[in-house]
T-cell receptor
Framework: DAKTTQPPSMDCAEGRAANLPCNHS???????VYWYRQIHSQGPQYIIH???NNETNEMASLIITEDRKSSTLILPHATLRDTAVYYC??????????????FGKGTKLSVIP | DTGVSQDPRHKITKRGQNVTFRCDPI?????LYWYRQTLGQGPEFLTY????????KSRLLSDRFSAERPKGSFSTLEIQRTEQGDSAMYLC??????????????FGSGTRLTVV
């Protein structure tokens, strides 16, 4: 799996959009970008994933650059409950290692009242 | 609750004792995974099952660790002769295998093991 680079921490004011960047410059053509988050003392929670098109669901939006070397997770209206560690993961859907998620250290997002 | 259940939530054991954790995945999920997470780090892959077959084991899974998934339903992770370095959060996740990608894994809340 390609490696990802994320800032170690970010702050966001409550009610504002949180934009979390991720670099994955060595991503392969068949690898997806996944985002998970982990709230303190809980297991990771799936947020969203995409291949090349932008994606949106009830939790967040995922913007992937045209060259696919970076992406941004957008939480449109951050709340205090969004305070968590956010992990950006690149994963293939077939072949060796496609079954596992390789977590880095993620970005610690703190939503401030 | 139709999520992934793990039992117990917390376990304190003395060094050298054996411990066993249980994971009940989402019933229609055919893949089950075990991860370990130490303080300040992201989760690390240990092993996974597709139905009842254990298809991959990480180098992190020493011979003191054994995992089973009889009948492709719940799974157990046993650690024999525990060491202080085994202290960690043990996470279980399940997913439905979709050949062309698909939704994410559903994780349980984990079992926190403390070896004293």
């Amino acid at each position: 799996d390609a490696k990802t680079t994320q800032p170690p921490s970010m702050d966001c004011a409550e009610g504002r959009a949180a934009n979390l960047p991720c670099n994955h410059s060595t991503i392969s053509g068949n690898e997806y970008v996944y985002w998970y988050r982990q709230i303190h003392s809980q297991g990771p929670q799936y947020i969203i994933h995409g291949l090349k098109n932008n994606e949106t669901n009830e939790m967040a939006s995922l913007i992937i650059t045209e060259d696919r070397k970076s992406s941004t997770l957008i939480l449109p209206h951050a709340t205090l409950r969004d305070t968590a560690v956010y992990y950006c993961i690149v994963r293939g859907v077939s072949g060796a290692g496609s079954y596992q998620l390789t977590f880095g250290k993620g970005t610690k997002l703190s939503v401030i009242p | 609750d139709t999520g992934v259940s793990q039992d117990p939530r917390h376990k304190i054991t003395k060094r050298g004792q054996n411990v066993t954790f249980r994971c009940d995945p989402i019933s229609e999920h055919n893949r089950l995974y075990w991860y370990r997470q130490t303080l300040g780090q992201g989760p690390e892959f240990l092993t996974y099952f597709q139905n009842e077959a254990q298809l991959e084991k990480s180098r992190l899974l020493s011979d003191r660790f054994s995992a089973e998934r009889p009948k492709g339903s719940f799974s157990t992770l046993e650690i024999q002769r525990t060491e202080q370095g085994d202290s960690a959060m043990y996470l279980c996740a399940s997913s439905l295998f979709l050949p062309r990608g698909g939704g994410g894994y559903t994780f349980g809340s984990g079992t926190r093991l403390t070896v004293v």
